[in-house]
């Protein structure tokens, strides 16, 4: 008897959408979106074309971006972390107390890279080995690690970092390119083939699609999931050592409220909030799109409440819209 060959099974990256059934690519309409902004922009302020002003504007989303590459692939995998503004707090005191000891920039960096190491290890062992939801520990452990920063300086600030540290957060590599644009850039292709072009990335997918098809074939869950929380741990510890520099102090409020906006550029980048499906292109995308968004909204000197309103609602819409338009989908599947 002649056997019938068997056809390889692959996990696709990002599921289908009635979006990108209209559009073939979220990514492309993203891609529309941003120029559409670019192009507002310009007319609305006449400083905004100048390449100082658009090198000023990466420094909106560099930091928060870096760890939205790693917070995507956290949401893919069905998990959320929703303490990395809280981490960079922790790990910002922890710098400014070495400080205070004389430290050098290298001996701060390490340090910065460790607190977040170690918050990263802290969540992922209580999601992964005690199998407590995600969303209950990060909650739990963005009010601990912030409390403790607030705990340590009260309203009281460490200053006096040495220039070579600030160099990481202001430093430029070549005329208006600044390091933090090129470092990010440099993560994103490093995550794009991490999550796209690796054994690691597709069983990420796996665990998202279905957590108990992929235990029962093999894939260590657990092990994966700790390890993704150790990268948005360093991810926020990396964002922390540049924030603080570029920022030149350290105060227990800093990074407040950045939960938000990553979650948002994670999910206006297309990955489903429920796991399983997105694309780090998508993310990187998104992150130039909020950056444009909230630097023109400074231009026009929008107040802060209101740049916080705004994506706020955008983050209900880019949740919501993919809801609705598969239910009108069904719907009229059902009609037919």
Request: charged content about 10%.
């Amino acid at each position: 008897m002649n056997e019938v060959p068997q056809t390889p099974r692959t996990i696709p990256d990002r599921l289908e959408s009635p979006f990108r059934s209209a559009l073939k690519s979220w990514e492309a309409l993203l891609i529309v979106v941003a120029v559409a902004i670019f192009i507002a922009n310009s007319f609305a302020s006449p400083y905004f074309l100048n390449p100082w002003s658009l090198s000023d504007a990466t420094f909106n989303f560099t930091e928060k971006a870096i760890i939205a590459l790693a917070m995507a692939m956290v949401i893919i995998s069905g998990e959320i972390d929703l303490s990395v503004a809280s981490i960079i707090a922790l790990a910002s005191t922890a710098m400014g107390f070495a400080l205070q000891f004389g430290v050098d920039t290298p001996t701060l960096v390490a340090i910065g890279l460790f607190v977040g190491l170690a918050c990263g290890a802290f969540n992922g062992a209580l999601v992964a080995g005690f199998g407590l939801p995600s969303i209950v520990v990060t909650i739990g452990t963005m009010s601990l690690f912030r409390g403790i920063s607030y705990l340590v300086l009260g309203d009281q600030a460490f200053r006096g970092y040495p220039s070579d540290f600030a160099w990481f957060g202001q430093g430029y590599v070549w005329w208006v390119i600044s390091f933090e644009l090129v470092l990010f850039l440099v993560l994103a292709g490093l995550f794009y083939v991490l999550l796209h072009r690796t054994n690691f990335g597709r069983t990420v997918f796996a665990i998202g699609n279905n957590p108990v098809a992929a235990q029962f074939s093999g894939i260590r869950v657990a092990r994966i999931k700790f390890m993704l929380f150790l990268l948005t741990g360093l991810m926020s510890g990396i964002a922390a050592i540049l924030l603080t520099a570029r920022l030149g102090s350290t105060r227990p409020s800093i990074a407040s409220g950045w939960e938000l906006e990553i979650v948002t550029m994670v999910v206006l980048g297309g990955v489903a909030i429920l796991g399983g499906s997105g694309s780090i292109a998508g993310v990187v995308i998104a992150a130039f799109i909020m950056g444009l968004v909230t630097f023109g909204l400074g231009l026009l000197n929008v107040p802060g409440i209101v740049m916080s309103i705004f994506i706020g609602l955008m983050l209900i819409t880019v949740i919501a819209l993919p809801i609705v338009a598969g239910k009108l989908r069904q719907q009229t599947s059902g009609a037919k």
